[in-house]
Structures are given as structure tokens and as C-alpha cells.
């Protein structure tokens, strides 16, 4: 027989679905993968067991996790790292913006060094290991960062998104043709630097309704967007934009697993009592994330580390929802499930039982 999610309150997307009980029936330690057997029996007896059941879930986000992207530049990282213990591995910034997985790759040896030190750092190297290596992180770099890199003789692996790559293609080759870029997105953050980059620095950044105001309205446009921007964000400036300039081309370069991120969060969002958002504090995804939570379920905190939860966040909570962005590696959203799960084990948070 097929499984029809609508006919349960269970949500298709969620990889899996935790269930506790207060107090302790049945506990594992590791949270179950959903099948379709097992949400059979959850479900089953959730429907037998309803209104006075004090049981507490854990929802983790399916969608939530590294994205393709950044984990290949990670990969390249470790990769790097194992092939000769002798030399050491660069990365031109963050290698992502999440302070806890950069602890980690940093005590495995990685060291993060910015493109401005990259003159001084050469110089210093000259002494050093020729054998050193510096890795573009996901986000990309300007065709000058790359010009510098050669002539300073540095050994490069380029750890560029594919998807980003694309990004940087197409607006050289319509700055090329002559058109206006204009890209939808943060100022100074670092994708669109490198995307700039390919226009010659003459790309405009959109990010504010005046922004707009630096388009020249007789020019034939290209109209792009940052990878991780909101697609609604994006929608409501290509609207600014189609007012005031003659000639548009519209392309939307965000990134399908970021589009896939804004489409099921809230659905996601609703079904919890309490949502984690956890990603780094400087992560512009983990914000904008976190902000569409808590837009739908006020109950929502960002958070990086499971230090910084106070428990009377989940006062009265029956379910909670664990999500993270795309710069959330899977080990950090493992650690605040079992830290709740240990938590919830321990008889916290109560939950009154209903009648
Ligand atoms: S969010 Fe998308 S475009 Fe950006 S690095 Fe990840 S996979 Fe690449």
C-alpha cells in the first residue's frame, strides 16, 4: 500500500522523528532513521495515545546540513591536510561561516589567512615550505586574487561551488556584451566580490531599494541574484528594478538547495513548539533562516552551541525542531539532538500532562 503522508501529521520531509516519553518508556540513543514501517508505528500511536500523552519530540530538519558546495571545499581541505604532514594548508577566509567547524578543521591543521596578508604572508614564506598550499574557499575569488596567487608562486587548489563558478561565467559574459550587471544581494559579501570580480568591478550591488537608484535606465541589464538570497528578497528587487530600467534580462542564479531551504521551512517551523536554529553567529544564511522561523513560530533561537540554550525556552514544549543552514556541518546538529535527547532522558524539560 502507498503511504500517504497527508493523511498523518507527519511531514514527509523530515528525515527522522524522535519520539520520547516522560516519563521513560523507550529510549535510544541514536535518533531512528524514518521509514515507512517505523512512522507507520509512530503514528499509530500517536492516534491511540493522543491528548494524554506527555511525550516529547525531536524534529531534525532533513533539509538542514553543509550544502554540496562548502563540503567540497572541506573535502579539498581534509584532503590537503592528509596528503603530507610536513606543509601547511591555507584558506583565503572562513572556510565557512560557522565558528565551531573551523575549530575543528584549525586542530586538524588548517590555517585561515585573509587576502589582504597575502603579500606579507609570501614574503614570509619565501623561508617556508614551498610545498604550503592555499585553498579557495566555496564562496570564490576575483580573477585578481587569482592573478596574485600566480604571481607570488603560490601552490592554489580552487575549492570554488560549481554553482557560484556559473554565477561568475555569466555575468562576465554579459558584462562582455556590454550589458549592466546588477546582482541581488549583500554588499561586501564575498561571493559577490568574486562575482564582481568578473565584471571588471563594474557590476552594481542590490541590496537596499536605493541601490537601485546606481542603474542606469537606459542600458540593456542583467539582473542576477547571490546564491543564497532569499527568492522573495530577490523577487521584490527584480520588481524595483523592471521600473526603472528599459531593458531587463533576469536570471535567477540562487541556489536550488537554497530555494528548496525556503520552500519547506515553513512548514517546517509550524510543526514544532520550539525551534533551534543552530549555525555560526556570523552566518548570513543561519540569520535569514532564522528570521523566516521565527517570523512563523516565534519560539525560534539561533544558536551555536548547545552552551548557550536555557531551558526555559522549551517550558511546556511537546516538540521540538533542530534545523541549521547550509553552513551547519551534520556533527554540530547531532550534538544539540543528543544533548536533548540526554536532557529529555533526565526528565527535562517537564511537560504537564494534558487531560
Ligand atoms: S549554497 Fe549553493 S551555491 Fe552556495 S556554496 Fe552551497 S551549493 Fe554552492
New binding site residues.
Partial sequence: MKFEPALTNYNSNYRRYVVHHVPKVHHSSTPKKMTEANLRNITASEETTSSADNRIRIILDPQAGI????RRAIRFAEKELKRESNRQVYVLGDIIHNEREVERLEAAGLKTLHVDELEQWAEDEKAGDPRDVVLVR??GEPPETFDQLKRLNVRTVNGT?P??TRSQELAQEYHQKGYQIAIVGKHKHP?IVSIIGHTQNHGIIIQFDEDTEKLNPDRPTLVMAQ??IDPKQFGVMVAKILQRVKEVEVSETI?K??IRRHLNLPRFARNADVILVVGGHKSSNTKMLHATCKAINPRCYHVVDVKEIDRAWFDGARAIGVTGS?STPSWLLEEFVKALEKWIEAGWPRVEASN
Fill in positions: 550544502c554540496g558546495g562548502v566555496a564562496h561551488c554553482v557560484v561571493e546564491t543564497t541556489c538547495f537554497v547550509a
